[in-house]
């Protein structure tokens, strides 16, 4: 595995593409993340160096899918991979045909519902549309987003600033998500097409070239190779 070092946008688009699973923070064991690869000082600047606001600028850019679509965890998946990432971890049945056989939230559905019909709608407003904004419906309302990551039907399409009734920035900015087939055709990718036990040849033979054994196990254990 290279020891990568950046401290540019650029930089970090040139190892997403070379890795093409690249997660935010320590997920696997002897693989880079991009906390690792990337100086401490740099983080929470609000400077171009800044790789938390990198995270949300790699979906915008088209350079990766972001989400958390692994163990509940931020990660971005290159657009050359996430074919193969999606026919091992997502579904192949609509998430309407998921929630009549039992297996997801009717809050995921009603989220993924509201998500189809206004693409890059920001969290603040999907909260209060879906008639979760009481605070004892915000854990349901995260953890239907996190099921929805996890499935890969939805990604994270960027953030949004807070803006007041005058036109200023006022509080934080926000999360906003689309689904991945809007996001894959925005970006031609072409997802589907792959058949199950041809994605993970392909995607044990890309990892092979770049990691250590023990992150092989790791990442054999999540994709199932």
Do not use: C
Not at 28 to 48: A, C, F, M, N, V
Not at 132 to 159: H, N, R, W, Y
Not at 182 to 207: C, P, Q, R, T
């Amino acid at each position: 595995m290279v020891d990568y070092q950046i401290s540019t946008y650029e930089e970090s688009v040139k190892v997403i593409k070379e890795v093409g699973l690249l997660p935010l923070s320590p997920l696997i064991p002897q693989y880079p993340s991009l906390d690792r690869i990337t100086s401490k000082e740099q983080w929470h600047t609000g400077s171009e160096n800044d790789p938390w606001l990198w995270r949300a600028q790699f979906p915008v850019d088209g350079v990766a899918a972001y989400g958390k679509f692994i163990k509940k965890k931020s990660v971005l998946i290159s657009g050359e991979i996430l074919p193969l990432v999606k026919t091992i971890l997502g579904s192949k049945e609509s998430v309407s045909k998921r929630y009549k056989d039992g297996l997801i939230s009717r809050e995921a559905l009603e989220l993924y519902t509201l998500i189809s019909e206004e693409e890059g709608i920001d969290t603040r407003v999907l909260r209060a549309k879906a008639g979760m904004k009481d605070k004892e419906k915000k854990k349901p309302f995260d953890q239907a987003l996190l099921e929805l990551q996890g499935s890969m039907d939805i990604v994270v399409s960027g953030t949004k600033e807070k803006i007041n009734a005058s036109g200023e920035k006022n509080g934080w900015s926000s999360t906003s998500f689309e689904t991945l087939d809007y996001w894959s055709k925005n970006n031609v990718v072409d997802l589907y097409g792959i058949e199950m036990e041809e994605a993970k040849d392909k995607l044990k033979n890309h990892f092979v070239k770049i990691g250590s054994p023990e992150s092989l196990k790791a990442l054999g254990k999540i994709f199932q190779f």
